[in-house]
């Protein structure tokens, strides 16, 4: 079965600092992986898109990985701001369909 | 501005009473879908759609209906809603499957509540 697995759950930062979220994806075959932000009570907006062939991508101050041997991916956040309060959500696309797995998410806040 | 719109934005209803939530976007993207999100389970895919007149179960389609006779519009029936479908409700798009590495949009959302 498909899997997305988002850790920590939660997290609760000072601006200015930086943190790091984690996905492990048992989805197979891999396709491509994606970060959103999701703020609350509004629709998720993609931040990456990384193919098996891409093993690092960057938005601005966010900075996603991949490895795609040990079906991992993180995603950095640099010189955090008020702003970045929002669940991330990790989502898998298997290969040979419409199959997007997502995983449950973290919910992160920045606080002064 | 390119979107994707959901009306209405919050629903509440009463079971068995049916209710269509509307979907358009003005990307003409080929590719759409339809989620939930419930606390703890993070979205799942009710249906989608990769054309005109070609639609397809998602995760969780028992209870849900779909149309899509216009690129645009993808509507989202339930036809005899239960309380267990109370939910967030969003809509997305986007030109291509999601293995095809395309960016996809989605809506604000709608929060249906079912009692």
């Known amino acids: 079965k498909n899997q997305v697995e988002q850790s920590p759950q939660s997290l609760i930062i000072l601006e200015g600092k930086n943190c790091t979220l984690q996905c492990n994806y048992t989805v197979s075959p891999f396709s491509n992986l994606r970060w959103y932000k999701q703020d609350t009570g509004r629709g998720p907006v993609s931040l990456t898109i990384?193919?098996?062939?891409?093993n690092t991508k960057s938005n601005g101050r966010y900075t996603a990985t991949l490895d795609a041997d040990t079906k991992q991916s993180s995603l950095h956040i640099t010189a955090s701001q008020l702003s970045d309060s929002a669940s991330y959500i990790c989502v898998v696309s298997a290969g040979g369909g419409n199959k997007l797995t997502f995983g449950t998410g973290t919910q992160l806040k920045v606080e002064l | 501005e390119a979107q994707v719109t959901q009306n209405p934005r919050y629903l509440i209803t009463v079971t068995g009473k049916k209710l269509t939530v509307t979907c358009s976007q003005n990307?003409?993207?080929?590719?759409m879908s339809w989620y939930r999100q419930d606390p703890g389970l993070g979205l799942r895919q009710i249906y989608y759609?990769?054309?005109?007149?070609?639609?397809d179960k998602g995760d969780v389609p028992e209870g849900y209906k779909v149309s899509r006779k216009e690129k645009r519009n993808f509507p989202l029936i339930l036809e005899s809603p239960s309380p267990n479908q109370t939910s967030l409700y969003f809509c997305a798009s986007s030109l291509g499957r999601g293995t095809d590495s395309y960016e996809q949009y989605f809506g604000p959302g709608t929060r249906l509540t079912v009692t």
């Open positions: 990384m193919t098996f062939s891409e």
């Open positions: 990307m003409n993207h080929e590719y």
């Open positions: 759609s990769m054309n005109v007149e070609v639609t």
